[in-house]
């Protein structure tokens, strides 16, 4: 009887990207959760502390992830970062206030995105499973996408009367809707190129910030109390 419910109800295994994908959903689960409270409850220093300390994390996340990409992209690959791709969104920061600076690292975040979802399922088909280049492109969008949501908090937080446009400050973003084999590592080198120059001038423009902004905000509410 033992043998026959075995047969029955066979013992399921689970990959070892599956076990990532879930634990990354549950901590993007977890993070929604509790974005709202930790956005009211926390000060500007703190705000923009956490958010520099994750942005460090995908910043060097993405110097290996780059390396992973080109080793795995055969031949020729150290020229196909160097190859220009109109679609692909440039890395500069822009903006002339501490507001408009902000809003186009959001912004820049968000038009990643997309991105670097395609050049997943892209390597996918290219890709063996238990390659660990896909493990670390769906552990690359989870961690920009709560970047994203943080950035968007500092944002309100500092601006509260300033509203965040529907549609990138830079442009809209476009995926090209097909590529052959060559054009898709050529794309994902120059998508990973550039999101890996995005990340460090995030990291500046953040301590940029914190000496700016929350100085000043300090200073506002120590005086507020006398």
Same mark, same amino acid.
Do not use: W
């Given at each position: !009887?033992?043998? *026959?419910?075995?047969? @029955?109800?066979?013992?399921?295994?689970?990959?070892?990207?599956?076990?990532?994908?879930?634990?990354?959903?549950?901590?993007?689960?977890?993070?929604? @959760?509790?974005?709202?409270?930790?956005? %009211?409850?926390?000060?500007?220093?703190?705000?923009?502390?956490?958010?520099?300390?994750?942005?460090?994390?995908? *910043? @060097?996340?993405?110097? /290996?992830?780059? #390396?992973?990409?080109?080793?795995?992209?055969? /031949?020729?690959?150290?020229?196909?970062?160097? !190859?220009?791709?109109?679609?692909?969104? &440039?890395?500069?920061?822009?903006?002339? /206030?501490?507001?408009? %600076? !902000?809003?186009?690292?959001?912004?820049? +975040?968000?038009?990643?995105?997309? *991105?670097? #979802?395609?050049?997943?399922?892209?390597?996918?088909?290219?890709?063996?499973?238990? $390659?660990?280049?896909? &493990?670390?492109?769906?552990?690359?969008?989870? %961690?920009?996408?709560?970047?994203?949501? =943080?950035?968007? +908090?500092?944002?309100?937080?500092?601006?509260?009367?300033?509203?965040?446009?529907?549609?990138?400050? /830079?442009?809209?973003? $476009?995926?090209?809707?097909?590529?052959?084999?060559? =054009? =898709?590592?050529?794309?994902?080198?120059?998508?990973?190129? &550039?999101?890996?120059?995005?990340?460090? =001038?995030?990291? *500046?423009?953040? %301590?940029?910030?914190?000496?700016? @902004? +929350? #100085?000043?905000?300090?200073?506002?509410?120590?005086?507020?109390?006398?």
């Amino acid at each position: !009887m033992s043998g *026959h419910v075995k047969n @029955m109800y066979p013992q399921l295994s689970i990959s070892q990207a599956a076990r990532t994908l879930l634990s990354l959903l549950l901590v993007a689960a977890i993070d929604s @959760m509790n974005a709202g409270i930790a956005c %009211r409850n926390q000060q500007c220093e703190s705000h923009i502390q956490r958010s520099s300390k994750l942005t460090r994390l995908i *910043h @060097m996340e993405s110097v /290996d992830l780059l #390396k992973i990409y080109k080793a795995s992209q055969g /031949d020729l690959s150290e020229l196909f970062c160097q !190859m220009p791709i109109n679609i692909v969104p &440039n890395p500069n920061i822009s903006g002339l /206030d501490p507001s408009e %600076r !902000m809003l186009s690292i959001y912004s820049h +975040c968000k038009a990643f995105l997309p *991105h670097l #979802k395609r050049v997943t399922e892209q390597q996918r088909d290219l890709q063996p499973p238990s $390659s660990p280049l896909l &493990n670390n492109l769906t552990t690359a969008q989870y %961690r920009t996408s709560g970047l994203a949501n =943080q950035i968007k +908090c500092i944002y309100q937080t500092l601006f509260p009367n300033l509203p965040i446009p529907l549609e990138p400050v /830079d442009g809209p973003t $476009s995926i090209h809707p097909s590529q052959n084999v060559f =054009q =898709q590592k050529v794309y994902g080198c120059v998508v990973l190129k &550039n999101f890996k120059e995005l990340l460090s =001038q995030i990291r *500046h423009e953040l %301590r940029t910030i914190k000496n700016q @902004m +929350c #100085k000043s905000r300090t200073f506002a509410y120590t005086n507020a109390l006398f």
